[in-house]
Every structure is written in C-alpha cells, then in structure tokens.
C-alpha cells in the first residue's frame, strides 16, 4: 500500500460523494454522499501524516474538531428536518418525497418569475 | 487627566476585547433567555445595541493604539480591523430588523443571544489566522447562522425545503473545504496561508489543488451563478429580516474566508495568467449579466435585489481578473471587494427596511407595492432616489467611488501609464474585461431607473390593487386570512431617521471621495477613503 494508492482511493471517494449530492433528490442519499466525502478528505489527512511526516498530531486535531464542527451542523439540520418540535412539521408524507436535489437549474432562477409551490 | 491618559498608555489593548464584551452580553442574556416579558425584550435590545456598539468601538481603538497582533492562532492587521468593524455594523442594523419584525414572538430573546453569537463567531473568523481556527470558526459560524435562521422562519412551512437545502449546500461547501485544507497539509506540513506563502513548495501541485478546492468551496457557499436556485428561493419565500441576514452576515464571512487567500490566489494569477484571468473573468460575466437580467425580468422586489446583489458580487470577482492582466494593484482588489460589499451595505439595509415595511402591510412584495411612493410620501422618495441612484454610480455618492476604479484603471491603460503584458490573447481579455464592466454599470443602471419610475408613478389605480391582492393569494395562500391593505405610504418617524442617516452618509464619502480623487487634500480626516 503506497499514498499514490491511498490518493487514488480518496479521489474516487470524493468524486462519488460529489456525484451523490449532484443527483440524488433523497435527503439522506445527500447526506451519506457527504460522508463519503468527508471520509475522503479524512484518508487524505491521515495518509499524509502516515507517509510523510514524523509524530504528527496536528492533522489528527484538525480532523477532530472539523468533525465536531461538520457534525454539528448535519446533526442540527437533520434534527430541524425530523422534529416535531417547531410548527413546520407539516405532512410527513409531503416532507419525505420532497426534493432535496441540492443543485438545480430551473428557468426561473435566470429569467422571469417564481411560481411558488409548497414543498419545491 | 494625565493619570488617565498614562493608565490607558499602560493597558494592554487585544482584539479579543470585542469579542469579549459580546460573549460577557450573551452570558447575561442567557438569564433572561426564556423571558415573554415586553420590558425584558426592550432592555435585552439596547443591551445587545450597545454591546455592538463597544465591541465596535474597542475594535478600532485596539488597533489604533496597539497596532498589528500576530501568534499561532489569530491575527490582526488593517484588513481584519475592517473586516470585523463591517460585520459589527451589520448585526447592530440586524439587530434592528430582527427586533422590529420578531419582537412579538416568544423566543424573541432567543433569537438576540444567536444574533450577537453569530457577530462574536464572525469576529472570530476575521481575526483567525491558524488552518484549525480559521476552519472551526467558520463551520460553528454556519451552523449558528442556520439556528438563527431557522428560528426566525419556524412558522413558514413553505420555506422549510428551502432551508434545509441552502445548509446542506454550506455544508458541502465546508467539507470541500476540509477537503482542500488536506491538500495544502499533504505539501509540507503548513499550518496557515502565510507558512503557504513563504514555503519552498508553495509551487507544489498539491497547494494548487487545494487552493482549487477550497476556492471552489467557497464558490458553492455564496450560491454564485449557476449555484444560485436556493438562494433565490430562500430569499423570496422567508420571513422579513432573513435575506438581510443571509446577505450581510452569512454572505460575508465566505468572502473573508476568500480574503485569506489574497496573497495566494495573487501568487497563482500571476503565475497562470492568463487561464486564471480567464476563470475570473466567466465567473464575473455569468453573475453580472445573470444577476442584472434576473433582477429585469422580474416582478418581485425581493428576487430583484437578490438577484442585483449577486451581480455586485460579479464586480468584486471581476476585480481579480483585472489583477491578472496588470490593470488594478493588489491592494485596490482588497479595497474594491471590501466597498462594493459598503456599497451594498449602504444601499440595501434603507431601501429594503422600506420595501419590508410595505410588504408586511400588503402581504406581497410585487414591484407595483412601490407605485407612487415618491408622490405620496416626497421626503422618504428623494431620500431612496438618492440612495438608489449611489448605487449605481452616479458622481457624488458613495457608489461613484467604486465604478471610478473599475473605468480609471482602463483610461490610465489608454493613456500609457499602466502596461500589460503583450499578446493578442491578453488584448481580448483586456476588452472582454472593459465590455463586461461597460455592460453590467448599464444594466444596473437600467434596474434602478426602472425602480426609481415605478416610484414616481401616480398612485395606484384600483386594477393594480386587485392585482396584488390576487398575487398575495398566489404566492402566500396560508395567509389568506390577512387583508391585503391599500398602499398609504406612511411610516413610522423611525424609518425616516434611518433613512436619513444612509442618506447623508452617501453624500458625504461620495463628495470626500472626489475630493480625494482630484487630489483636493482634506486634511482634517486622519484617513483616506478611496485606499487601504
């Protein structure tokens, strides 16, 4: 096993994670593909540090905290989505096939108005 | 007197101050956290004001008197003094749409303690300097942004999609971040941007890399065309005081994440000129042009100046570009990116405290709700003339002093006292660059003269009245039960001092601006406005 190798096999990671939050409309389809990614970056992180460097421990401090950090905010956004406790809850049915496609491109976000629509 | 002077001469000044006096506000506020008391509310208000207002204060003064502070961590210098004084301004004028169109909700304090957390978190990211800290500080920042939001909007169901994309879309945007960050690590063990800068492998394919990632993490951030769907929804369909937040907190701190790469990214233009000019120059075109024929097309106030704000954005990119080819120098991209985002500051929080207030009254932000203002109420209309016609340029306002630069630089080249590089290739870039300026102040300007007519209109005749009435069914059917109330144009005398202040503020650094321009010297102000 060499960092090339490794190298390789975050690349994929990362462009299959960006491939799911591309095409996915499925909320957790996106948030797994964001772990993928996040794996990725992690992989690189540690092969780095294995491979390169001597006792480091910087990369390992870094990697803690950004999880706590990214972490945090997929947990607070997953919380918002599923709680009951806020006003929005609204119709399960509704909020489980709603499409969560992060990167669309509709007509209206370059020219004329936006049909509003609940849930789009 | 002189023992005060020589006690202050003895204090050690650091730019942690600020953030303290917040964080000390928010402790106190905690106490009070789950109050409904009106009284309580009122005093949690002035207090959180004048905790932005010291922390404001104490920023400035700290660098005055103790000058640059460097460690492992943070660092503070000129560019970051700004950074934080505009970010404090910017919750102080948040802090008032917040409290004007959430105080009767019962989490209203709540919301002031996310508020000023957001503005401690901020200041925080400014001042970092450290990989870790610079990271941390960023992400904790979006997160408690996405808490604010989405308590402000916790009563819009329409909205709720909406919200959970545009933070799943930061949350990418951060772990693409991450992502770039284990690049530059992999090059030789950096720990910040200037370690990166002063490296023997600062050429290394690996920082390249990740400066790619993490400028493209950035890009993804601010939604900037053709990334921009959720922003324009969230922005239509939220509650009054969101898309001043997501403009002027949320919006900036991704462009200070970007002015930490300054040097860097100068680094590699020059090196890559001219594919990176070009990079910079379709990334400019496509938000000048997206955001000026969006904001056209449009009828509704809130997409108009959303869309408008991402073509100023547009300019900012552009300036970049205009490094590469040798037009501007490094400081003026820094001083154009820090005044268009003034310029906005200056422009959007009276004109849409105005617009908001209208729309809250007839449940719709149709573009007719502006019909007439100027001839039923003359004083708040010359006054948002005014302030429109700075923002796209006209000589003597504040707009002036930054579309000067964007023109200067190309008069100076025409007349021989600035040299690009020769090359046909750089020639097209060098024209491509003037069109794109030319274009987008001529659109900009038609976007305002078309607000500025509808303005002066006669008032509304009864079809428009039905109109609105049918689009507030349209667009907001779960409020149906709210009147659509007749456009009177009266508002409270608060909006009139608020309005005033934008006002005369435009006037002054506008004339002080040409001032300096013509070299005239005012000798008074210990500072110049038109350079860092």
């Not at chain 2, 007519?453 to 507030?472: A, C, T, V």
Request: with cysteine.
């Amino acid at each position: 096993m060499n960092l090339q190798i490794i190298n390789y096999f975050s690349f994929f990671l990362f462009v299959l994670g960006l491939f799911g939050i591309s095409y996915y409309k499925n909320f957790l389809s996106t948030v797994i593909s964001m772990q993928i990614m996040f794996v990725a970056g992690i992989i690189n992180f540690f092969s780095f540090a294995e491979f390169l460097y001597q006792e480091p421990v910087w990369d390992k401090i870094f990697v803690i905290f950004s999880a706590i950090v990214i972490y945090l905010l997929l947990f607070s956004i997953v919380f918002y989505k599923y709680s009951k406790q806020n006003q929005v809850y609204g119709n399960i049915n509704n909020i489980e096939f709603a499409d969560y496609k992060l990167f669309k491109i509709e007509k209206t976000d370059w020219w004329g108005d936006d049909k509003i629509v609940n849930n789009q | 007197m002189s023992i005060i002077s020589d006690f202050i001469g003895t204090i050690k000044l650091w730019p942690f101050y600020s953030i303290a006096v917040i964080f000390f506000v928010i402790l106190i506020s905690l106490f009070f956290a789950l109050s409904k008391r009106k009284e309580l509310k009122i005093f949690m208000i002035f207090l959180s004001a004048a905790s932005i207002i010291v922390a404001l204060f104490l920023n400035i003064f700290t660098f005055l008197k103790s000058g640059i502070y460097t460690s492992f961590l943070f660092s503070f210098g000129f560019l970051e003094a700004i950074e934080i004084s505009i970010m404090l301004f910017s919750v102080l004028n948040l802090l008032i749409f917040i409290s004007i169109y959430n105080f009767e909700k019962n989490h209203f304090i709540k919301l002031l303690i996310m508020l000023l957390f957001t503005a401690g978190l901020v200041c925080f990211l400014a001042l970092s300097n450290n990989f870790i800290m610079t990271f941390v500080s960023f992400g904790i920042f979006t997160a408690v942004i996405f808490q604010l939001v989405s308590s402000l909007n916790n009563d819009i169901l329409m909205i709720k999609n909406d919200l959970i994309r545009f933070f799943l879309t930061a949350a990418v945007s951060l772990i693409i971040i991450f992502a770039g960050f284990s690049f530059i690590y992999g090059t030789a063990n950096l720990n910040d941007f200037k370690q990166v800068m002063e490296s023997d492998n600062i050429s290394s394919a690996l920082v390249a890399i990740g400066i790619f990632l993490i400028s493209i993490g950035i890009y993804f951030y601010l939604f900037i065309f053709p990334f921009q769907n959720t922003y324009l929804k969230t922005i239509k369909k939220s509650e009054h005081s969101t898309p001043v937040i997501v403009w002027f907190l949320y919006i900036p701190a991704g462009f200070f994440l970007f002015f930490k790469m300054n040097n860097l990214l100068f680094y590699f233009i020059t090196k890559n000129q001219p594919y990176l000019s070009i990079a910079f120059i379709a990334a400019a075109m496509v938000c000048i042009l997206g955001g000026n024929v969006g904001a056209i097309k449009t009828t509704s106030l809130r997409r108009i100046f959303a869309f408008l704000f991402m073509a100023i954005i547009g300019f900012s990119i552009l300036s970049y570009a205009m490094f590469g080819l040798g037009l501007i120098a490094k400081n003026r991209v820094a001083w154009l990116s820090v005044f268009n985002l003034i310029l906005l500051m200056m422009t959007y929080f009276p004109v849409y405290g105005i617009i908001a207030d209208i729309e809250k009254r007839s449940n719709t932000d149709a573009f007719n709700n502006l019909k007439g203002l100027s001839i039923k109420n003359k004083y708040l209309g010359i006054n948002l003339t005014i302030i429109l016609i700075s923002f796209c340029g006209m000589i003597g306002t504040f707009g002036y002093l930054t579309k000067f630069y964007y023109f200067e630089s190309f008069i100076r080249y025409l007349k021989g006292e600035i040299n690009i590089s020769s090359g046909l290739a750089n020639l097209i870039l060098l024209f491509l660059i003037l069109a794109v300026v030319i274009i987008g102040t001529v659109f900009i300007l038609a976007n305002v003269i078309r607000i500025i007519i509808q303005l002066f209109k006669s008032r509304e005749n009864p079809e428009d009245y039905e109109m609105r009435i049918h689009e507030s069914e349209v667009m907001q059917p779960e409020l149906q039960s709210k009147k659509v109330q007749k456009n009177n144009f009266t508002f409270a005398r608060f909006y009139y001092f608020y309005v005033t202040i934008y006002t005369v503020i435009i006037i002054i650094v506008g004339i002080f601006g040409i001032l300096e321009i013509f070299n005239a010297g005012i000798s008074f102000i210990p500072f110049k406005f038109t350079t860092f």
